[in-house]
């Protein structure tokens, strides 16, 4: 997949097939437009073209935005790289790309750069200055420009029509099942391995601290999880809390990883968790004896879980 970071930088011979959108989740409703578009460009005659936006526009429109997205932009790109798309565009979204009227966008983007022979889309697609146009407009300017539309349905993609939103709240929640069922995949996290207090070092659940540059990045809701992660190459799973650590009074959240049958340096370390399963809220605990006890029995949650 080539990857371009602004949409005056791609160029090719041949017309493309493509969408755009935010993709935030790269969800299996995003990914029954992305199959659509993989089965017309299965010959030499036209191209794959995803157009997405960094930042999210609502970052940039909205005052005191504080929306959080399941993707940064480096994971968002990794999982378009699983779809084989021969193309992806992330442009810099701003106030002056913002202003673009409709037909401005589709006359010298999609017509002029991008060669547009078809554009697939989902229902509820809106675009243009303020977003004021909608799926009409844009079968219009088609007929117009010389360029075909495609709709998604509500219905086609899902009995239940998914979204970024449905997802955020299921993370917030807890929810994994249903988060994991609607993304399609296994939620992740993904940051840097710093060094923490080692208390759990002390009473035989030694962790590694996971460090997320990304301010935008939502966390699911604080507790106890069964992750994996693969690290060298292998499959390592274990079990990740995410919270404030009561039982020994930590006043900054944290993400901390032990891992089952795992003794290697992490530090500095960039890797990726997933987040299969949720076991319990995070409990403040009388004692660190206490606090061991219940690890033990989370630990055989977990593996009785992974187990079945």
Known sequence: MKIFHSIKDFSSTKKTILTLGTFDGVHIGHRKILDRIIQYTNNEEYESLVLTFFPHPRMVLQEDCDIKLLNTIE???QLLETIRLENLVIHPFDEKFSRLTAEEFVKTILVDQFHVQKIII???HRFGRNRTANIYDLIAFGKQYGFEVEQISAQ???EISVSSTKIRNALLEGNMTLANEYLGYNYFLTGNVIQGKQLGRTIGFPTANLKIEEYYKL???NGVYIVKSIINQKIVFGMMNIGFNPT???DEKSIEIHFFNF????YDKKISVFIIHRIRSERKFESVNMLQNQ???DKVIALNYLNQ
Do not use: A, F, Q, S
């Open 75 to 77: 994971e968002k790109t």
């Open 248 to 250: 020994v009074l930590v």
């Open 122 to 124: 989902g229902h509820d």
């Open 156 to 158: 086609e993609i899902n």
């Open 219 to 221: 966390i699911p809701l």
């Open 263 to 266: 003794d290697e340096n992490l």
């Open 295 to 297: 690890l033990e029995k």
